[in-house]
């Protein structure tokens, strides 16, 4: 009902959104992960296609459903999101990675289970650095020429002007969102801080549904601005 009432500032765009973690195996019954249980990148695709915009939606392993009208694409691993998103990418207009994508996966998963050897010794893993998923596209020439519009999405413990300031940079976006901390993994609420390069704007606290659908007016008002 209250989707009815959204005027639809991204009519005729393609949003391409990550959401939730990934899983990085380290044997058929176990892996590392990240914690992120998804909402906000789920309520932005929701807000997206409320605004009129075709989404697709990449979700990492999440218990969430599907919003209305939105195309979702399930991931597991940083490898198997990077492959979709550069599929998707190519005809997107807009990206949004909220993702928290695991920074390392095992160098080498074990096709078998690893049993304990009786020794008392913990086995000793390996990690290889994942491709960074937001900063590769950012940097295509799609991206670079005003073509494709992406978004990071930072959460950090603390300095969040700062590493936000800096990270925007260093991925080559010309949005970047920070969460204001410290208690948003999970929650319904959140609050997000607006970097681009005019300087930082707060959404205060509000569900995140409410600031998906800020951010998505903040968004289209930006891309437009850079055409
Ligand atoms: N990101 C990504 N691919 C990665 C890592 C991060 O696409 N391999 C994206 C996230 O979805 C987010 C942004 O990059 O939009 C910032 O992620 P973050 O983890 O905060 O940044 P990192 O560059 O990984 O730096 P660090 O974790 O060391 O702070
Ligand atoms: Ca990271």
Redesign the pocket.
């Known amino acids: 009902v209250i989707a009815f009432f959204q005027p639809k500032v991204l009519a005729g765009q393609q949003v391409l959104v990550?959401a939730g973690p990934t899983f990085e195996a380290i044997d058929p019954v176990r892996g590392i992960t990240n914690l992120s249980s998804g909402k906000m990148g789920f309520a932005i695709a929701r807000a997206a296609r409320e605004a009129g915009a075709d989404v697709t939606l990449i979700a990492g392993p999440v218990a969430l459903p599907t919003p209305r009208g939105v195309q979702r694409v399930d991931v597991k691993s940083?490898q198997n999101m990077h492959l979709a998103c550069v599929e998707y990418a190519r005809a997107a207009t807009i990206f949004v990675?909220?993702?928290a994508?695991a920074?390392w996966r095992p160098a080498q998963a074990s096709d078998q289970k690893i049993k304990k050897d009786g020794s008392g010794n913990a086995p000793v893993l390996g990690f290889v650095e994942?491709?960074?998923?937001?900063s590769e596209i950012a940097h295509s020439p799609r991206a670079t020429s005003g073509a494709l519009f992406c978004v990071?999405?930072?959460?950090e413990s603390h300095d969040l002007l700062a590493h936000a300031t800096a990270?925007r940079a260093r991925?080559g976006v010309p949005l970047l969102v920070g969460n204001i901390g410290p208690a948003t993994f999970g929650q319904d609420d959140n609050a997000l801080l607006l970097v681009d390069a005019q300087g930082a704007q707060e959404l205060p606290r509000n569900s995140k549904l409410a600031l998906a659908r800020q951010l998505v007016a903040e968004i289209a008002k930006r891309q437009r601005a850079t055409h």
């Open positions: 990550t940083a990675a909220t993702a994508v920074d994942n491709v960074d998923i937001l990071g999405f930072a959460a990270k991925k």
